[in-house]
């Protein structure tokens, strides 16, 4: 391990429901993630233990639990930092002034007719910032001033004809339109919600009854009509995967906010063994089709709100089990966690294939809790350094997060923040590789490779896709995805630019680029490791449709990390050679070119920080510029990114190119 001491920009600071605005899958539930999958397993992990152990959570000890645990949550909020305390409350005072915004039934309907969502969602995410900050003031204060605007937040929020966004109400009977009131949907934003109303309701029950009883009354329904009926009643939530769905985030996440709200708002005793063992059920589906060796096939960024939560989920039944139920010896559950640190490339930089993003910082407080319930010391110094990394910034805008990670504060800031940096790491369920030329340093060069298939969770085209970084810094990249429109998940998602082959680090064949689809994939992927020296090859010609014309076509890397070069082999046997096959690659570098096969690659200071060799005899190059025209992509790359075409001019059917990428020569 080494310790990196290099401060970051603070990112913008993270708004509730600012992740699940960002990660709206419901038309990929039906366009991608719900295709029937074979369950890799049924390992059951969560009922086993249960059944195993005879677990039965009575109601008494389920009081005792709330109370020990109000209690826990008020002694750590009070052990805060002044400096702390008092960021929080200045929102708090602004919050105050704050004037709840109506939302009509026009600007819900506008999902419905053009499409558009950010109106809404908007204007309902102003909302539960508010009431958050409001809430955490009220705490951290006791001084209820905060009350009478919590008591209009949280009546407003009562008053929603649905907790949901447009998004995801349309996957009612009715479809796109106005919530049906007959028929209740438990979503991302309403799970969030309901965990929301729930601990808002417990902890400051005495203040809400002192100023009106009816308030405390009227939270407890609408948990039990939103929540808690409807997830009972209910098999066919595509995400609950009950019915041998594919399922993805939306499962660990939703399971994990309902586990919550049972835990702090259920008041029938006889739903308590009902729900209890429903949740597990319906979490098991998460973990049986889980790889093993614990990768995320949706990207990292997806990491916080898919193994992130699982872990919150294993906590709390730990946890209200007085550890009962406990998983502290489970290899994938374990390996969950670990996966975030083998992703890392340096400092908020982590390998982004799929609809990650190439910036992010996993949740500190999740990757503790990993080492916590794991007892690995690595993921509990990578949970400080990430809190590090955010400038021990406690979350502001959602209740829950605000605190778990006030009981977990103090640990944070005094363990000491140290990244492990893995020479090499190979999932070979996933078929992503990472490695990079030294464990003790960020300079010099770092690699990801992937191989996988075209009908992975939050999918892009792009078998065979690999990203160079040199000192830290990215230069062969993948743009990642742009902001969410009803596009990205419809049946037009791979007309955009950044979904397809093309627009990845991965040939073009005979003019025709990837296919989507789970059958579109590598196929032959060899890994091995020796001393300094890194070897993946796969053969992704089953990637590409039929009309591509293509064998085999077998790309090898060869990572020598001590001499700190890349070569990238391709093999290849055509069947016919009838249209133009390039090479792609796409950087956020510029670039020169010279007649002798090199191309320059420099980062913003105009210093040269990769080389690229090839062989003019059978490959003509071209640089393209692509314009960044969508605000997420902007933020990640700036105004442009470039792609580098190398052309093969040869006619063989049968041939092999080699790409040599190497650090420059310092004087």
């Not at 999958?37 to 195993?52: A, F, G």
């Not at 705490?139 to 998004?167: D, H, M």
């Not at 810094?473 to 902001?483: C, F, L, Q, R, S």
Request: charged share 20%.
């Amino acid at each position: 391990m080494i310790r990196n001491n290099v401060f970051l920009q603070r990112e913008n600071k993270s708004r509730f429901f600012s992740q699940i605005f960002l990660c709206i899958l419901f038309i990929a539930s039906v366009f991608n993630d719900v295709k029937s999958q074979q369950i890799i397993s049924n390992r059951n992990y969560l009922t086993s233990e249960l059944n195993k152990t005879g677990y039965s959570l009575s109601f008494e000890d389920l009081v005792v639990w709330r109370a020990k645990t109000k209690e826990k949550y008020l002694r750590k909020i009070s052990d805060l930092p002044d400096s702390i305390k008092l960021s929080l409350v200045n929102k708090a005072d602004k919050a105050l002034l704050f004037n709840w915004p109506v939302l009509p039934a026009i600007t819900f309907l506008e999902y419905k007719q053009t499409g558009n969502r950010i109106n809404y969602e908007n204007k309902l995410n102003e909302r539960r910032h508010a009431l958050n900050a409001l809430v955490i003031g009220e705490l951290i204060t006791g001084s209820k001033r905060y009350l009478p605007q919590i008591v209009n937040g949280l009546w407003v929020t009562l008053e929603e004809s649905t907790w949901e966004i447009p998004a995801i109400v349309s996957i009612q009977k009715t479809g796109r339109d106005l919530p049906d009131p007959s028929e209740q949907i438990i979503g991302l934003v309403s799970a969030e919600t309901g965990v929301m109303m729930a601990l808002v309701q417990n902890m400051l029950a005495e203040q809400l009854d002192g100023y009106s009883p009816v308030i405390c009354k009227r939270i407890a329904y609408e948990l039990n009509k939103r929540m808690i009926e409807p997830y009972l009643q209910r098999d066919d939530f595509w995400w609950m995967g009950l019915k041998g769905q594919r399922v993805n985030n939306w499962n660990a996440w939703i399971n994990t906010n309902v586990l919550q709200v049972m835990l702090w708002s259920l008041e029938n005793e006889k739903q308590l063994p009902l729900l209890m063992n429903k949740l597990f059920k319906s979490t098991d589906q998460f973990i049986n089709q889980y790889p093993a060796d614990g990768g995320c096939d949706e990207g990292t960024s997806y990491w916080n709100i898919a193994g992130g939560k699982l872990i919150r989920f294993l906590e709390l039944a730990n946890s209200v089990s007085s550890g009962k139920l406990n998983w502290s010896s489970n290899t994938l559950l374990h390996n969950i966690g670990i996966y975030i640190y083998k992703m890392q490339i340096a400092n908020n930089y982590f390998v982004n294939f799929a609809d990650a993003s190439n910036k992010f910082i996993p949740n500190p407080e999740s990757v503790y809790k990993f080492g916590e319930m794991f007892n690995d010391d690595t993921l509990k110094h990578f949970g400080s350094y990430l809190f590090f990394l955010k400038k021990n910034e406690v979350p502001a805008d959602y209740i829950a997060d605000f605190l778990e990670t006030a009981v977990v504060f103090t640990q944070l800031t005094k363990i000491s923040p140290e990244v492990n940096l893995p020479h090499v790491s190979f999932l070979p369920d996933l078929q992503v590789l990472t490695a990079r030329s030294s464990s003790q340093t960020l300079s010099r060069l770092f690699l990801a490779v992937q191989g996988g298939n075209n009908g992975e969770s939050h999918n892009h085209n792009d078998v065979g896709n690999f990203l160079i970084y040199a000192n830290g810094k990215p230069v062969i990249v993948d743009a990642g995805v742009g902001t969410y429109t009803a596009q990205t998940f419809s049946s037009t998602r791979y007309e955009l630019w950044n979904m397809q082959s093309q627009w990845h680090n991965c040939p073009v064949i005979n003019g025709v680029m990837q296919k989507d689809g789970a059958e579109y994939k590598a196929s032959d992927v060899m890994f091995e490791e020796k001393e300094h020296t890194v070897k993946i090859s796969m053969d992704i010609s089953k990637a590409y449709p039929a009309e591509a014309l293509i064998k085999k076509w077998n790309r090898k890397f060869l990572f020598n990390q001590n001499e700190n070069n890349i070569i990238v082999t391709e093999d290849y046997q055509f069947e016919k050679r009838a249209g133009v096959t390039s090479l792609n690659f796409l950087t956020s570098c510029e670039m020169k070119v010279s007649k002798k096969g090199l191309v320059e690659f420099y980062d913003t200071e105009g210093k040269a920080v990769l080389n690229l060799k090839y062989n003019t005899a059978i490959m003509q190059a071209t640089i393209e510029e692509k314009d960044m025209d969508d605000d997420k992509l902007i933020n990640a790359w700036g105004k442009k990114l470039f792609r580098l075409l190398l052309k093969m001019n040869d006619k063989n059917l049968n041939g092999q190119t080699v790409i040599e990428f190497s650090s420059p020569v310092v004087n």
